[in-house]
């Protein structure tokens, strides 16, 4: 059975399920080079039947990961477009009069969709002609029917076998059985984003291979007020809010405490639900007036001290509610590598993990599995997250003959990995492009800049001349399974293949690894690398250990800042030649700046 799952929010995306294994995943950003690219993801769908040979007409189901959906938002694009400038205008315009003043909602939306920057011609795929004939009020009716409309155009599937599935249930079944845990133990499945479908929180109860919904909420707001915490710093709502969990190390505990203390007069935990214990007018202009005066660095530490504080309060009623010692979990909240790091440390907790990017690109997949238990099969966990576009031969060739590099820079065809290794033990700088794209936020050594650990003077020399990222953002470390042991804390042998975990360093790693921990209290979020997931990146950081005794490299995603990772060797080519790259890696051709 071939089941297609689509996301089109934040990262449009698809997901290839065939007979229960995920044979590919890409986002629509990829191909079309528009950072968090939202909507219908058409070329992606167009490269994954190309890229698994599967025709249109063998598709049996395709499922999409929500069930209501807006068309506002998706007529203007407004993750893809908005800069921060338009959140705060939203914010001033659309929601203060609502929340704040109580007014009428105004026609924001309305006002938009008829300004040029928020047209995109030949971009749409759905058909917006309703907006201008429906009543507002049944926009959203009329929408989810158009979704189905657009999917059965496209594709030439029937409208029966187009299903709109619960946001919450793809986020669980994701967690679940993308996971490597034992199946028949009893399982706690949660799942906490910004909002879906009413809820923005899910727990589900999971033993022999199925679940069972226990709980689901709107009241858990942690995910909005970080976004808008996010936007009251001055960072891009949806994009940034990693920026804030990296700030937030830096903050002195006297300077966050009153913040802190703030959030804590709000939002708190109620058995498996939460309440306000103040409840904010609304989630912006609220604590802009609160947090009046303090410190960005207070306010983004206490912020993240709130949010792993009440996260693992409610992860331990949950655990106690279910009577288990085992938890899987997803949804935009599980990004959060640091509040992550502080429920792994909860003690009941024997079993824990947290399957690749976590955010909505991944409900492409479990709206996949959901399919697929309804229909009977049993999915296969990920066992690598290399699902998208496999870099060829013949196109590495052709950007050479047809950019004429030969002659202006070093050409080296079928290098080995020792020969690249020796390279990052001279501290030279390379970019990986090889085989199969990762899918999500997160560079796993296919689309990767390489560099040595060790040296420290390697975090400016990527954020100042390749990455131009803000200088308080840490790097990270792609470490060989056998050495985790040398360089984390992990007293419980949690894995976490996908750098969605931090980690305390032992004192060895931080001395390998300091360019690749966090400098504010020297934590790290791994990729642990096993031989099976990657063959060729485990053996190029081998040959790394054999020259310098350190079995890590440090590993950042493959993109300028602001640009989606790069996708294939035309990509690759235009990130290395605007930045300072030192080298570029197409497969097994290496390409040296003279």
């Keep these: 059975m071939i089941i297609l799952g689509i996301n089109e929010s934040h990262l449009g995306t698809v997901a290839v399920l065939k007979n229960g294994k995920v044979l590919y995943c890409e986002s629509e950003e990829r191909i079309t080079r528009k950072k968090n690219d939202v909507g219908y993801p058409y070329q992606a769908i167009e490269a994954a039947l190309k890229a698994t040979g599967i025709k249109k007409e063998d598709v049996d189901f395709v499922a999409y990961s929500c069930q209501f959906r807006g068309p506002e938002e998706f007529k203007i694009k407004r993750m ?15 929601w203060k009069p609502i929340l704040v003043e109580h007014k009428a909602p105004p026609p924001f939306w309305e006002k938009l969709m008829e300004e040029e920057r928020f047209k995109h011609p030949g971009r749409e795929y759905y058909d917006f002609s309703f907006l201008k004939t429906t009543p507002k009020d049944k926009w959203g009716e009329v929408f989810d029917q158009e979704r189905i409309k657009v999917v059965v155009k496209h594709l030439g599937i029937t409208p029966e076998k187009v299903l709109l599935l619960n946001h919450h249930l793809c986020h669980a079944y994701y967690a679940y059985y993308a996971s490597p845990i034992d199946r028949t133990k009893k399982t706690a499945v949660i799942t906490v984003d910004g909002e879906g479908d009413g809820e923005n929180a899910t727990v589900y109860e999971a033993k022999n291979g199925r679940l069972k919904k226990i709980y689901g ?17 001055g960072m891009k709502p949806f994009e940034h809010e990693y920026k804030v969990m990296g700030m937030a190390p830096y903050a002195k505990d006297y300077i966050s405490k009153p913040v802190y203390d703030l959030f804590k007069k709000t939002l708190v935990v109620d058995g498996l639900d939460f309440k306000w214990k103040e409840k904010p ?13 303090q410190r960005f660095d207070g306010i983004a530490g206490g912020l993240q001290k709130w949010l792993e504080d009440i996260l693992v309060e409610w992860v331990k009623n949950v655990l106690k509610f279910l009577k288990v010692d085992t938890m899987v979990y997803s949804g935009g909240v599980s990004m959060n590598v640091k509040a992550n790091k502080v429920l792994a440390e909860i003690p009941k907790l024997k079993e824990f993990f947290v399957p690749p990017s976590g955010s909505d690109e991944s409900t492409a997949i479990g709206a996949a599995y959901v399919v697929s238990v309804d229909k009977g099969e049993e999915p296969e966990e990920l066992t690598n997250a290399y699902l998208g576009y496999q870099i060829t031969s013949a196109e590495i060739e052709a950007l050479i003959k047809k950019n004429k590099i030969e002659g202006k820079y070093k050409v080296v065809r079928k290098i080995k990995n020792k020969e690249v290794a020796k390279l990052l033990a001279k501290d030279k700088i390379i970019a990986r492009c090889v085989g199969g794209m990762e899918f999500g936020a997160r560079a796993l050594g296919n689309r990767s800049i390489l560099c040595n650990p060790v040296n420290f003077d390697n975090i400016t020399l990527l954020n100042e001349r390749i990455k131009f990222r803000d200088f308080w953002m840490p790097f990270t470390p792609s470490i060989l399974d056998y050495r985790v042991k040398d360089y984390l804390v992990n007293p419980k042998n949690f894995s976490s293949p996908y750098m969605t ?5 032992t004192p060895l790693g931080r001395k390998h690894l ?32 054999k020259l310098t005794g350190v079995g890590a490299v440090l590993n950042t995603s493959f993109n300028l800042h602001g640009e989606p990772i790069v996708r294939d060797a035309k990509d690759a080519w235009h990130t290395f030649i605007n930045s300072d790259l030192d080298g570029l890696l197409l497969n097994d051709t290496l390409i040296m700046k003279q």
Excluded: W
């Design 80 to 94: 893809t477009t908005f800069k921060i400038s338009d959140y705060i205008r939203e914010m001033y315009e659309y």
């Design 217 to 233: 909420t709107g009241m858990c707001n942690l995910g909005r007020i970080y976004r808008y915490i996010t936007l009251l710093l």
């Design 281 to 293: 007018s609304d989630l912006y202009f609220y604590f802009r007036d609160k947090f009046e005066g």
């Design 501 to 505: 975990v931090a980690y305390d360093t």
């Design 514 to 545: 300091k360019a690749a921990t966090h400098p504010g209290d020297f934590t790290a979020r791994p990729q642990m690398l096993t031989k099976e997931a990657n063959p060729g990146y485990y053996d190029l950081i081998q040959n790394f250990e």
